[in-house]
């Protein structure tokens, strides 16, 4: 009996730690950060100014916007044009409940085309592509 109870309790911890790494921390955070090549730092400024209140410091989304550590976002699903198209004209909820994203204030074709490059490295070093 006590030996059964044994088995369940290490099955129960078992599958707890599976949970949890499963749920895996995410690579990046403030505490650590990557290392990231000096030519996509405009981006990632730019990217912290306009679309890290939603979308996350490192894109892994928020309370107010989806991941783009995600495989809808890969090039292959939303290629670069999505990239641009969403903050200069705001996008229709369609893959989640977030609601739908307003125009972005302010940005312009010129941040995006440091944002971007900058967003497609974070997917990479995230082993997204
Ligand atoms: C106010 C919050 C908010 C901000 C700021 C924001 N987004 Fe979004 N974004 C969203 C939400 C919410 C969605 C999800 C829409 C849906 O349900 O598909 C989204 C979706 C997207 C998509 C997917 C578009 C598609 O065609 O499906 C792209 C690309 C995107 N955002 C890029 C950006 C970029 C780049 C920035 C910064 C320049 C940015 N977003 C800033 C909220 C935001």
Redesign the pocket.
């Known amino acids: 009996m006590k030996f059964g109870f044994h088995i369940l309790t290490m099955a129960a911890l078992l599958l707890a730690g599976q949970v949890s790494s499963a749920m895996a921390a995410n690579k990046f955070s403030a505490e650590n950060p990557p290392k990231m090549p000096y030519k996509y730092a405009l981006g990632k400024q ?2 912290t100014q ?2 890290a ?3 996350g410091e490192w894109g892994y989304g928020t309370r ?3 991941p ?1 550590i995600h495989r ?2 890969k090039p292959s699903h ?1 290629a670069d044009p ?2 641009y ?3 200069l004209k705001g ?12 125009p ?1 204030p302010g ?1 312009t074709r010129k ?2 085309d440091s ?2 490059p900058f ?1 497609r490295w974070l997917q990479r070093e995230n082993k997204l592509y």
């Open positions: 730019k990217f306009f679309c209140k939603c979308h107010q916007g989806p783009f809808f976002y939303h999505a990239f198209r969403a903050p996008v229709t909820a369609h893959h989640w409940r977030f609601g739908d994203m307003p972005v940005i941040d995006l944002i971007v967003i």
